[in-house]
């Protein structure tokens, strides 16, 4: 499968909090239309289209360095005048090249070891891949008996659910117009399926292309918009869309297929903390325009029977409030952190008099509980909740104010909801899956009040594999949930190897979902231990709060006592644990080799963050303004300088027995540029050579710091096809979990 649907639902909205970006800060004072009682001057830009002109002002594009400096700027920096800064800026470019050469010549060299090895391990995950490939296949777009689906970068429509053969039409292929390197990441139809929209990435950019199709007998492209975001469909033949650019999105525009095409720019946000998404609301009501911040929201709505008016206010954006929109029978239900506690909760008030003075509550959540999803329906509404590692729904009828709680499997750990453009619909269905269980298909009646399994085709059923979970007690006695998987035929268990996973950071959960290396190594007898630290968003908003800025460390205390808590009830033990984080996890991944290398064996990490100070002392990158909200100012705060220094892993290095690290980076990586994972890895090398030096005592290991930099891939998500291509990545990394743990190859002997 080349790409999947993203779901629907307000998820993408929750989702939108995360995707940080950044640009210069500009206001403007119109006064657009309002529907709330009391408005503030606005940090953003609609302009006037009553009179046929449309007035846009541009932003200043800002720049973007390709590397960071190498050394951490300090109190009372000079500044260079301008030719010692070219000067510098031409050492630092070559010390770049110099480092990223030598490190491709150390990884080419590593991989050449394993020929042999990536041969069986990819034959191996393409066997599972297969055997799981339609249980784990795209969620359904559903208008009435009309069924849409993407599977392997095309996109089909059939009648019903019956896929079989003369029943399926193919409506678009990747291939077919010259984008076999991109995967399919958003599909709209249009309300009457005249058009199609679909939403293009591949694996090198972070911006998405749109191509907009017109259906019928034989589909034929209509228009291709590059660099954008998000799109939805107001009427039948108007489309809004977002632009996105070096990580920005600000700017909505609005473009029409019917006899008189254009586009128009609708909508400019100007301040460089928020970042601009499009949302249909259920009912197709109203697109919303929203504009948030990491923790702050504003939100716009586009009347989709007057799709060319201006978009209307429904509250002036208050610091600390969170809320996104949905409609029903001329109300808006409100999800929003408004009010005591600073949770989520379900209001509603009228479309008139939408301002936060009449918002009433609907429902609110428990304590420590995590929204992961919400669909508004004609008579009812869903939620789909966690708990302490527990996935459940909870139905509120409008009808009857009667509200109903639904367990799931206990093995369930990520669910992924299917679009659902008719909102009269009877049945919700959704897809649940963990990191070792393929999705399988469900569905929620109702009429019925009842949770069907929908066994759509004969599958594997995973019956070896056991879920447990657990409760670490942090250093201020709070208690941190972990989730564990091992084989149900693994007997002594302190004698096999672990792989303990962490993230903790910007409100997201530890990614739950299937993978087909995850499983291979649950058939090998490993053990996968799952740690929802503070800082990620497992127990709700209060969690990541508790896990930000000043509280970072907390993060790191609760990895430390989950992988002691691990040991200590026996689930391996040190020489045979391995650490596994992505991106922002490499913080407190970092941070432990740090603090306690002794608690594990090796460290897999991809494009990790590990130079935090550095980075938020570099004001010019598309991410760090905005993302002081989640680590701090430390230009402008000394406090925030001395914490982050504190637990920074690039900071915090010093000789001493670490373990063996496996990094894979990417040049092309926005997110995290190359260059601080480079002056990482060279001076975890060097303090670990340094220990080694020192001590010469017998049985002494010098750690293997290996560093995989791939010229094609970024911080998106990648296709199957992708992975499976970075096979030698894998291999190695395969390799070093389990050859290092056994302490036999990639620790080398000091002489």
């Not at 004969?458 to 998987?485: G, M, Q, W, Y």
């Amino acid at each position: 499968m080349k790409g999947r649907v993203p779901c629907a639902g307000l998820r993408n909205l929750l989702r939108a909090l995360s995707f940080s970006v950044r640009c210069c800060s500009l206001h403007n004072h119109l006064q657009p239309v309002c529907l709330c009682s009391k408005t503030n001057p606005q940090k953003s830009h609609i302009p006037d289209c009553s009179g046929g002109t449309w007035a846009r002002r541009t932003l200043p594009p800002g720049s973007i360095l390709p590397w960071r400096c190498f050394s951490c700027k300090q109190e009372g920096t000079k500044i260079l005048s301008k030719r010692k800064e070219e000067s510098s800026i031409t050492t630092s470019e070559l010390l770049y090249k110099n480092l990223l050469k030598s490190e491709q010549e150390n990884w080419n060299d590593v991989s050449a070891r394993y020929k042999a090895l990536t041969k069986g391990i990819k034959a191996k995950l393409e066997e599972l891949h297969n055997k799981y490939t339609f249980s784990s296949g795209s969620p359904r777009i559903r208008f009435g008996e009309n069924v849409y689906f993407e599977e392997n970068g095309c996109i089909f429509l059939s009648k019903g659910d019956n896929v079989g053969e003369g029943n399926v039409d193919i409506l678009f292929s990747t291939e077919d117009l010259g984008f076999s390197d991109a995967f399919i990441q958003r599909i709209r139809i249009s309300r009457d399926q005249r058009y199609m929209a679909v939403g293009l990435k591949s694996e090198n950019s972070e911006e998405a292309t749109c191509i907009i199709m017109k259906l019928g007998r034989s589909p034929t492209v209509e228009k291709i918009i590059p660099n954008v975001f998000s799109f939805e469909w107001a009427t039948s033949d108007v489309l809004y869309y977002t632009t996105q650019k070096n990580l920005k999105s600000q700017n909505v525009f609005m473009t029409t297929f019917a006899n008189q095409k254009a586009t128009k720019l609708v909508y400019t946000e100007k301040d460089a903390r928020f970042f601009v998404d499009i949302y249909c609301t259920k009912d197709r009501r109203f697109l919303t325009i929203n504009s948030n911040s990491k923790t702050t929201s504003e939100v716009w709505l586009v009347d989709c029977r007057h799709p060319l008016k201006l978009p209307a206010l429904v509250q002036a954006r208050t610091k600390g409030v969170i809320y996104h929109i949905e409609h029903r029978n001329d109300e808006l239900y409100i999800l929003t952190t408004y009010g005591e506690p600073a949770e989520y909760k379900l209001m509603k008030a009228p479309v008139a008099t939408s301002g936060m003075e009449n918002w009433q509550l609907v429902y609110a959540l428990e304590k420590k509980t995590k929204l992961v999803d919400l669909e508004v329906f004609s008579d009812h509404c869903i939620m789909f909740l966690k708990n302490a590692g527990h996935l459940y729904l909870k139905v509120i009828s409008f009808l009857s104010h009667s509200i109903w709680s639904i367990k799931l499997p206990t093995w369930a750990c990520e669910f992924e909801l299917e679009s659902h453009p008719e909102h009269t619909t009877s049945t919700c269905y959704f897809q649940l899956s963990s990191p070792v269980h393929p999705p399988k298909c469900f569905a929620y009646s109702f009429k019925e009040n009842n949770l069907i399994e929908q066994a759509v085709q004969e599958v594997p059923i995973i019956t070896n594999c056991h879920t447990t979970r657990l409760l670490a007690k942090s250093k201020d006695e709070t208690l941190v949930p972990i989730t564990v998987f091992h084989n149900t035929n693994s007997k002594e268990l302190r004698r096999k190897p672990l792989l303990v996973h962490v993230y903790g950071a910007y409100g997201i959960d530890l990614n739950m979902s299937f993978k087909e290396e995850k499983l291979m190594l649950i058939e090998e007898g490993w053990i996968l231990a799952y740690c929802h630290v503070r800082g990620g968003g497992e127990l709700g908003l209060g969690w990541h709060r508790d896990g930000c800025q000043h509280n970072k460390l907390k993060g790191l205390h609760d990895l430390k006592a989950c992988i002691t808590l691990l040991h200590e009830l026996g689930f391996s033990q040190p020489k045979y644990t391995a650490l596994a984080a992505a991106s922002a996890g490499g913080v407190l991944a970092g941070a432990l080799c740090n603090t306690d290398p002794e608690l594990i064996r090796a460290v897999v990490l991809q494009a990790p963050f590990v130079d935090v100070l550095n980075t938020m002392m570099e004001t010019h990158l598309p991410l760090t303004i905005e993302e002081q909200e989640e680590w701090g100012n430390p230009l402008a705060d000394e406090k925030s300088m001395k914490y982050i220094k504190s637990y920074c892993p690039y900071q915090n290095i010093k000789p001493q027995c670490y373990p063996s690290v496996f990094i894979t980076a990417y040049e092309n990586d926005q997110r995290i540029p190359l260059t601080g994972v480079l002056q990482y890895v060279q001076k975890l090398r060097k303090a670990a050579l340094d220990h080694a030096s020192r001590t010469s005592e017998k049985g002494n290991w010098i750690p293997n710091v290996i560093l995989d930099v791939q010229a094609k891939g970024s911080h998106c998500e990648s296709s199957w096809e992708d992975s499976l291509n970075e096979e030698k990545s894998c291999t190695v990394e395969y390799q070093m979990l389990k050859v290092t743990i056994l302490a036999i190859d990639f620790y080398i002997p000091h002489a």
